[in-house]
């Protein structure tokens, strides 16, 4: 059976994943709001969000290995899963008290900057080609920038600056990837090379 | 109900992605390694984004080289390139295509097909120049990654099945955790050496060529598929084991998933071309063995020794069996493989493979001695021998590294032929090799 029959159309997966960054930004937000000792009374909410990033990573293999038009697509999707992957396990071995040393917290701005490094640098079309071609590039602006967030959470884990922004970033992530279509305009522009808009 | 909801999920998020770009080719006629028995008169390729064509957008050459396609041109609002193409003769072709993406990006890629035969997989495209040296390095980094994980593994839970000290503990994870992850790395490496040589492109051209004939019409492609996701699989099972501290309940189904995966080198390699099931079977043992050899002493050698005095003597009897047993196999396999490969004897000296046989051979040996020094000599003398053992196990793990080194280069060097070859698949590429120069060169 061909591998292209089987393939949804991209901004599924967009979705999906989007799904996931939600769950992860609106756990990290209701911790900033109530609080660390709060949010961990029930042990198993500690655990939650690193859960979800660990499996995003793990997910993300079948897009690396299935999607192949491009070395670049190729190393960016495998980028992805690797950082998402990282940080999930470092920050389950944070909480469960396998990890001790607070530097290991750094994997989370570190998989930030990766992860839009990568965006941007596999999106060859400029931001107003299509839709999908803004969102990459916002995307990858937003987690470069954001990644300032994690990275001042680790040496002020009160903040309610760093905690916020650190999930209101990810739940823009996931706004942006929802907002994704294959061909699709971007404030009324579409160039006449992207192709015919999908709907 | 809940459980169903969070399955269909799962496998929404496990199906592939196609995310938009520069153009992507989505469609070629001929198709991608089709057989055709009529003589196509042009060959059309279909993208999703308008390109822009130039004179030599797609060149097709057949088995000896000879460029057999016209000028090429755009049709149909700039979504499809077309070149025709000469009388063809039956025999394989290879189609090497590039266009200009709006953006200004070259997107290029290659694809081969048969008229009246069978086409040859795209690494045995015209002008792919088979394994470098690189290859042979990345192959060997492989083979050192499988050892680090499938050996740690087995010895871990056949060898010390109990408690640990905290030192010795963590080693063993810094091991198996470290092979499973470079065995995922030095695999995308393997993969992308293989595309390129394929592709026959240059690095910054490379970043945009189409990975997916070699990716899904070549069992190479296929075996890196099935690998990479399975070893992200036991990458996850470890953390779990890590994590949990659950050793059997992770680490059991961890060994047995990386030794299946173990045998996708055996069914991408030569041994899938040799007669039958047996053949693969037994380059799968032959790896095995030795992976649970090497990753064993490796662990006895790095991470028992240096940091559980009271271990190493236990520790040395039971990696003595199950060396003795992963041996024994890993030879009776490696007999049988050379008997399956070189037609005859005489092929030990006269044909290349046989020539790197003989190199392993001697190592084998080397290593068997050492090993045979281990058994008969040190082991009755243990409690007055160890500090010897911490000189001669390292002696003995480097002759296995440098097995592995030339097992490497074996794997990917071509036997030498049993009978005369009808040779659909690889043929073209050896052919044109010999009779034209590759495009890059």
Redesign the interface.
Known sequence: M??AS?????E???W??A??FLILGLCLLAEAIVGEATWRRQAWRAYLWPSVA?G?G??M??????????????LAH?AW?QAM?LAG?AH??LV?G?LRSRWWQLTMPLAFLVSGAAFLI?????WL??R??FG?HLCGWVLIAGALFPLGKTFNARSWVYNGGYALTLVVLAVVLFANR??APIFGHL?????LPHR | MRQALVAALAFSLALPAAASAHATLESTTPGEGARVETAPRAVVLGFDQRVTALRDAIEVRDERGRLVSGVAHARLDNHFVAVSLAPLAKGAYTVRWKTISADGHVGRGVFTFGVGVKAPPVTSAWGASGPTTSEHVVRWLYFLSLAALIGGLCFRLVVVPGALPRATERRFWWLVLGGAVATIEVGIVAFLLRAEDALQLPLTAFLYGDLSPVANATRFGKAFIAMTLGFALVTALLFLGWLTERRRAFLWPALVLSLGLASGLSLSGHAADDRGWLSSFADWVHLACGTVWLGGLASLAVVVWPTAAALRREAFWRFSQLAGLAMALLLAAGVYLSFQRLPAVSDLWTAGYGRILLVKIGLVCAAGGWAAFHHFLVRPRLDRSHALLSRTLPAEGLVGVAILLVAAVLVDSKPPPRAPAPSLGAAPATAAKASAPSPRK
Do not use: C, R
């Open positions: 061909p591998i089987v393939q949804p159309p991209a599924h997966v967009h999906l994943f799904v996931g660990f995003m793990l997910l293999w079948p897009v690396m290995t299935f999607f192949t038009s491009s070395t670049l697509h190729l495998g899963a992957m396990a389950l071995g469960s396998k596999h999106e060859a079309n400029p080609f299509s999908s071609a990459h294959d061909v160039s006449p090379d992207a192709g």
